[in-house]
């Protein structure tokens, strides 16, 4: 079966600008989750859709990041205005919920100059 | 809350000797355990996992891990290694109930030299 798909690969933007990242997850999957992994450390949950509703977004920075899954499928993230703290890789994951596994696209590389 | 604490940034060993990469969490409720592997310029997938039932796991590639409840440990150990094992491993933990939320460590690179 074909994995989490995610686009693009690596994002260079200006701080101040905006930036979307998108993700397809495996087909079936109602779980999707938008992680951030800033370099040296691990990967942080900052949104849990289930099907199109959000489950968990307790790290997500509301200010400026948000997300949707409007159809229960596919899910964007946006950041609008970037910070230079923002640069990182945006993973996205899908899974069945509960203890099922979660399976990884191959993430977006942002970097904010 | 949980956490996880992977104490080693980098691992390096040579190709055919063993290795171990420590992980520790805390938490004061049951928790799943699990390793995820990122191989350069890849997505993190799933080593292994630990939910229930015997301690010790296994992955399909030789890799071990060891559940131990009273020293809130889960080392991952492989006895033999060999270069394409290269790669930075995280340690993750959840609740065991109620959340599917995963809780990561720092990761640990492993480098195999030949």
């Known amino acids: 079966e074909a994995g989490v798909a995610q686009s693009p690969r690596y994002k260079i933007i200006e701080k101040r600008q905006s930036v979307a990242f998108w993700c397809n997850p495996i087909?079936?999957?109602?779980?999707l989750y938008w992680y951030q992994q800033i370099l040296g450390q691990g990967p942080k949950l900052l949104i849990q859709f289930q099907n199109n509703g959000v489950v968990d977004d307790s790290q997500l920075p509301k200010d400026r990041f948000s997300a949707e899954r409007l159809k229960g499928v596919d899910s964007t993230l946006k950041i609008q205005p970037a910070k230079l703290e923002d640069s990182a890789v945006y993973l996205c994951?899908?899974?069945?919920?509960?203890?099922?596994?979660?399976?990884f696209g191959p993430g977006t590389r942002l970097l904010v100059l | 809350a949980q956490s996880v604490t992977q104490l080693d940034s980098q691992v390096p060993v040579f190709e055919e000797a063993p290795v171990e990469l420590r992980c520790n969490y805390s938490s004061s409720v049951s928790v799943y355990l699990f390793w995820y592997v990122q191989y350069p310029n890849q997505g993190l997938q799933l080593l292994l996992k630990?939910?229930?039932?015997?301690?010790l796991v296994e992955s399909i590639n030789g890799f071990e891990a060891e559940f131990n409840k009273s020293q809130t440990s889960f080392h991952l150990r492989k006895p033999s290694v060999h270069i394409s094992d290269t790669a930075e491993y995280f340690c993750?933990?959840?609740?065991?109930?109620?959340?599917?939320?995963?809780?990561f460590g720092t990761g640990t690179r492993l480098q195999v030299f030949p």
């Open positions: 994951a899908s899974g069945r919920g509960g203890k099922e596994t979660q399976y």
């Open positions: 087909s079936g999957h109602a779980t």
């Open positions: 993750a933990v959840s609740r065991s109930y109620n959340t599917d939320k995963l809780i």
């Open positions: 630990y939910l229930s039932g015997s301690t």
